[in-house]
């Protein structure tokens, strides 16, 4: 059986909560972690007709880029469209579920390398990394039972450098100890020094997993007390923050660059500024509102910028040295969905979640 919380357990492996923006509102926003799930649709955006859709075809969990409730919720007599959303899932026993900035802001499987899969963009980095705070943990462990206690500790969240995981560095040696009257000793014996060879094992995590890795060395580790060290690092975590930069497979000129965006993402017009490139290459991208990396982009010497939302005077900005490209929020975003089935099917093989057949597009357009 396959609960809400097994869902969520596997999403927020890759797209952790603790990424999202300070002013957002990423999790479970309605229903029972405990619950089992029947299927799940997937959407952009949560309306009150997604969740007819959802009970249309029997989808008691529904996954959301957009969270339906961003400030809170004071009273839910249906006063608007948000409040009607969440009674409605509520009346129907539907969980919704956000995934938003958390999920914009992972390298992999993240929304910005999902456009840039479409659009062939490779080499991929983060346009601004993440201030996320990097630490090592040291230990030692009985030869025989080093590989045991690595791969919990891998398991954990530990020893993830950019593309590669499973880092470690390990160093045998000769450990000492000696346990008192009430000690209770895996090896050696009660007031008598005992001379182990060991192995060192050295490997990095992200702060945020400390007790996670804490509790899961304690609870492998053979030893009755386990001697570990942490240490804080200065290293950039370079697979997590805001928007990506790559390269395209070829050189295009401007007007090309325009018409393959168009048809790729879908896009039903763009905003865009001239610029003095006369070649187009380096992209920056950010999925959603994304004017705030203008001035990462152009300090990368990009040549143009994919996202959303720009202001009218936020176009200025470019002065000429990049080409923004405004291709809409909701077509710089649709992709999201694909993503979020992609992910769960890989990990939850036999089920079949759903995309939504509801445009949430609340932009309209005349030509």
Do not use: W
Not at 36 to 62: F, P, Q
Not at 139 to 146: F, H, K, R
Not at 226 to 233: E, G, H, N, R
Not at 234 to 239: G, P
Request: proline letters at 2%; a negative charge; charged letters at 25%.
């Amino acid at each position: 059986m396959t609960t809400v919380k097994d869902i969520i357990s596997h999403l927020e492996s890759i797209a952790p909560l603790y990424l999202q923006e300070s002013y957002d509102n990423c999790g479970l926003l309605t229903g029972n972690a405990n619950d089992r799930v029947s299927n799940i649709l997937v959407t952009l955006d949560c309306t009150e007709e997604i969740i007819d859709e959802a009970v249309s075809k029997n989808c008691n969990l529904i996954i959301s880029h957009h969270p339906i409730i961003f400030t809170g919720l004071k009273k839910l007599i249906g006063s608007n469209y948000i409040e009607r959303t969440v009674i409605k899932a509520l009346k129907n026993d539907i969980s919704i579920y956000a995934i938003h900035t958390n999920l914009d802001n992972v390298l992999v499987n993240g929304v910005n390398s999902k456009i840039a899969e479409k659009l062939n963009i490779k080499n991929l980095q983060i346009l601004r990394k993440s201030q996320l705070k990097l630490a090592k943990l040291v230990t030692y462990v009985p030869i025989e039972y080093a590989e045991k206690v690595r791969d919990a500790l891998f398991n954990a969240g530990t020893g993830n450098i950019g593309n590669y995981s499973n880092c470690s560095f390990n160093s045998n040696g000769e450990g000492t100890f000696k346990g008192n009257d009430i000690s209770n000793p895996f090896i050696g014996e009660k007031n008598k020094l005992h001379f182990e060879n060991e192995t060192r094992i050295e490997t990095v995590f992200p702060i945020y997993l400390k007790n996670k890795i804490i509790d899961e060395l304690t609870k492998i580790h053979p030893y009755e007390e386990v001697a570990y060290d942490i240490y804080m690092l200065q290293n950039e975590n370079t697979m997590t923050g805001s928007g990506v930069l790559g390269e395209l497979e070829f050189e295009l000129t401007k007007n090309e660059f325009l018409h393959f965006i168009k048809q790729n993402m879908r896009a039903e017009v763009i905003k865009f500024t001239e610029c003095n490139k006369s070649k187009i290459k380096k992209i920056a991208i950010c999925g959603g509102a994304g004017s705030f990396l203008l001035s990462d982009a152009i300090a990368n010497d990009a040549d143009a910028f994919i996202t959303a939302d720009f202001k009218y005077h936020e176009f200025f900005n470019s002065e000429n040295r990049i080409m923004i490209c405004d291709t809409g929020h909701f077509e710089s975003e649709h992709f999201t969905s694909e993503l979020i089935i992609e992910i769960i099917k890989n990990k939850f093989p036999t089920f079949a979640p759903v995309f939504t057949e509801t445009n949430t597009n609340p932009v309209k357009y005349f030509y």
